[in-house]
């Protein structure tokens, strides 16, 4: 199952399909005993968007039996043990993909010629994603990070590794001699190696990065880098060869520091934006200004949630879920509006925001 959506990642799932591409959402529990109904739930929605390939005349017989294959296989590689809060099936013809979503999502079947990517988008943005490089003299390890772990990204050339006869890093380190590994020109070399490393993939995907290392190692890279000199560092040898529970305890807490400071950030903002009648707030005024393109800052509490139904196009209204023509998921859309009109888009804890109904902007003009 897939967890990490990165810019090119996402381009590639917006590109049109042949018809049909079938977008299958279900939420999912990360616990019992909710988790129970997660398998039965699963099995109903995926046998729904059968039936709606079957019933379905704009879709070739060889299509369908194509696209109703890929769901099959799909299925076998969800682990519904290591679920999140919603889950999505993407398949067409030759292809399909399983995306864990750490953020919930409404059931739904749609087939059209492209992917419904919107939940996907706004549950990236929910986790607030970040990367961890960790160092030492021989090993430089790239960790993805999201709102309550790490996992090991490789890719980009990660992890990096380098051998040297007679060198062992590990007895360095007991023995207290690392200040001097990290002088050594070769080891300044890998260093410069892994910023660069970084450093591209940063061009490609923007993250806060956090550095762990030996306090050596983070002074060499400091002298040898350039993008890694703007990083949080975090004193914290071993892992380079440690595992994503011991880079989680070591980063967690300044992640969630961070979190705070931005959250405090975010509500001075909007109390500006008020002052300067730049300040929107609720789901139908929000709408309408992200179509606009107004929305600079877009600030949504983490789980807020709204079905409303869309009034001949100028208003939303609240609905009830299932209503026809009702649109469960009008915060995502939101979400990935602004995030395709340039919009900062933060998400901050539930009560944040007051009065104002768990959304709320700063307008451009």
């Known amino acids: 199952m897939e967890h990490a959506l990165s810019p090119a990642t996402l381009s590639e799932l917006r590109r049109p399909r042949a018809y049909p591409a079938v977008s299958v959402l279900t939420p999912t529990h990360r616990r019992e005993p909710e988790n129970a109904q997660d398998p039965v739930r699963l099995r109903n929605v995926v046998a729904e968007a059968k039936k709606q390939l079957e019933t379905d005349p704009a879709v070739p017989r060889e299509r369908r039996i194509d696209v109703a294959r890929q769901l099959d296989q799909a299925l076998t590689e969800i682990d519904l043990a290591h679920t999140e809060d919603g889950l999505v099936i993407f398949a067409a013809p030759g292809e399909h993909q399983v995306w864990s979503l750490a953020r919930p999502v409404p059931e739904r079947v749609v087939l059209s010629d492209t992917f419904l990517t919107r939940n996907l988008v706004s549950a990236q943005a929910s986790e607030r994603p970040f990367w961890v490089l960790s160092v030492s003299a021989d090993r430089a390890t790239l960790w993805n990070g999201g709102v309550d772990r790490v996992t090991e990204h490789r890719g980009g050339g990660f992890p990096l590794t380098r051998t040297r006869q007679n060198f062992d890093a590990e007895r360095l380190e007991r023995i207290g001699d690392m200040p001097s590994t990290f002088r050594d020109e070769d080891t300044r070399h890998f260093l410069r190696d892994a910023d660069t490393a970084v450093a591209k993939l940063l061009r490609e995907e923007p993250r806060p990065l956090y550095i762990t290392g030996e306090t050596a190692a983070l002074s060499a890279l400091d002298d040898v880098g350039s993008v890694t000199k703007d990083a949080v560092h975090v004193p914290h040898g071993g892992l380079a060869h440690g595992t ?107 009560g944040t925001l007051g009065g104002v109904d768990g959304i709320a902007g700063v307008l451009r003009y």
């Open 244 to 350: 994503p529970d011991a880079v989680w305890q070591a980063v967690g807490p300044l992640v969630a520091a961070e979190a705070r400071k931005s959250t405090d950030a975010v509500t001075r903002e909007l109390e500006s934006a008020r002052g300067r009648r730049a300040f929107a707030a609720g789901v139908d005024e929000i709408w309408q200004s992200a179509r606009e393109g107004r929305v600079r800052l877009l600030a949504v509490e983490e789980n807020y949630r709204v079905t409303v139904r869309d009034e001949g196009g100028d208003h939303l209204v609240p609905a009830e879920s299932g209503d026809l023509d009702a649109r469960e998921d009008i915060v995502d859309e939101i979400v990935e509006q602004c995030l395709e009109t340039g919009a900062d888009v933060r998400f901050v804890p539930d």
